[in-house]
């Protein structure tokens, strides 16, 4: 089974410019998750979907930042314009829901292998 | 509000050592716990998860406990190898909620 594909893997590009990040969750699953980690930070959520519907992006560092999940099986995390301090591995997870038909909770996130991105 | 605080890193053991990474909690509610680990140029995959008070979790021979009188969830495994060379997150998850929250990490690595 495919995992969630995240595309570039790897992106270096210069400030001012546009980047685009892209996500193809697991199949079947209906939550997206957009994650960013750096040495100093840790790992941070950015925002979240379900269904398709944005329900969190209070992570969201600044307008710079826009994320889209026009449907189930893509997302998009956009930059722009890029700055050096975005520079970081951002990552890409999905879940089939929290919770099971019994109640108990999952917790489980499949995660991407994340796409570095420098900016230079 | 909800945090999770792991030891700090990085980790440095021998094969065949003893591990703990501590993990302790904050929450409102009532969380079900997790480690996620991650492997050098991977992305994060669930190890183990407890989900109620005394509850342990096990996976490849780790272990951890859910301490509700003392707010922790510690990682431990036995006897550990080159290959449990990896970063290891603690997170909770409260009940209906939609997000994990994550620790800061633990970087671990064992030499032969």
């Known amino acids: 089974d495919a995992g969630v594909i995240q595309s570039p893997r790897h992106e270096v590009t210069e400030m001012g410019q546009e980047v685009t990040l892209r996500c193809k969750p697991i199949?079947?699953?209906?939550?997206l998750f957009w994650y960013r980690q750096t040495m100093m930070r840790g790992l941070e959520l950015l925002i979240y979907?379900?269904?398709?519907?944005?329900?969190?992006d209070s992570g969201m560092p600044e307008d710079r930042f826009s994320a889209k999940m026009p449907n189930a099986s893509f997302s998009t995390l956009k930059i722009q314009p890029s700055e050096p301090r975005d520079s970081a591995v951002y990552f890409c997870?999905?879940?089939?829901?929290?919770?099971?038909?019994?109640?108990?909770?999952?917790?489980?996130?499949?995660f991407g292998e994340g796409s570095r991105l420098t900016v230079l | 509000g909800d945090s999770v605080t792991q030891m700090e890193g990085p980790v440095t053991l021998s094969e065949e050592a003893f591990l703990t990474i501590n993990c302790t909690y904050t929450?409102?509610?009532?969380?079900?716990l997790f480690w996620y680990v991650q492997y050098p140029g991977e992305g994060l995959q669930l190890l183990l998860k407890?989900?109620?008070?005394?509850d342990k979790g096990s996976n490849k021979g780790f272990e951890a406990t859910y301490r509700k009188e003392t707010t922790s969830f510690h990682l431990e495994k036995g006897s550990v190898q080159v290959s449990d060379s990896a970063v290891y997150f603690c997170?909770?998850?409260?009940?209906?909620?939609?997000?994990?929250?994550f620790g800061q990490g633990t970087r671990l690595t064992i030499n032969p």
């Open positions: 997870a999905s879940s089939p829901g929290w919770f099971t038909l019994a109640g108990e909770n999952t917790g489980e996130l499949f």
């Open positions: 199949s079947g699953h209906n939550s």
């Open positions: 979907f379900n269904n398709n519907v944005p329900i969190d």
């Open positions: 929450a409102t509610g009532y969380p079900s």
């Open positions: 407890a989900t109620k008070a005394d």
């Open positions: 997170a909770l998850l409260i009940q209906g909620a939609q997000k994990l929250v």
